[in-house]
């Protein structure tokens, strides 16, 4: 399974910004996808999933409203839309895939992309 993301970038305040994540390897019927992301010093967080079959999304508190994520399984494509950006979503943005049920905890995760870095600046 490899996953690659790209899309990361500076942008200001209030501005939007579009992540990608291309998914190969093996057909992910199963499979829930994430997105989460590290600033320098913390934790690496839980933003938002995917269920790759049923489409079924959820979202951290602190993007509701303003990040959605989607698949597109024909194109084997995962995307983050980010709007309204604040200048605390700034950090390393990576996507994930796990076979099994929907968790939040980046442990649980099995496969990484590389990371793509979104700067966000007041």
């Known amino acids: 399974v490899q996953l690659q993301a790209s899309g990361g970038g500076l942008v200001q305040a209030g501005d939007s910004l579009i992540l990608s994540c291309e998914v190969s390897?093996?057909?992910?019927?199963?499979?829930?996808m994430g997105w989460f992301r590290q600033a320098p010093g913390k934790d690496r967080d839980f933003v938002a999933g995917i269920s790759w079959s049923s489409g079924t999304t959820r979202s951290a508190d602190s993007v509701k409203g303003r990040f959605t994520i989607s698949r597109d399984a024909a194109k084997n494509t995962m995307n983050l839309q980010m709007n309204n950006l604040k200048p605390e979503d700034a950090a390393v943005y990576y996507c994930?895939?796990?076979?099994?049920?929907?968790?939040?905890?980046?442990?649980?995760?099995?496969?990484w992309g590389q990371g793509t870095l979104v700067t966000v600046s007041s």
């Open positions: 390897g093996r057909t992910f019927s199963g499979y829930v």
């Open positions: 994930a895939a796990r076979l099994g049920t929907f968790v939040t905890m980046a442990k649980y995760y099995n496969y």
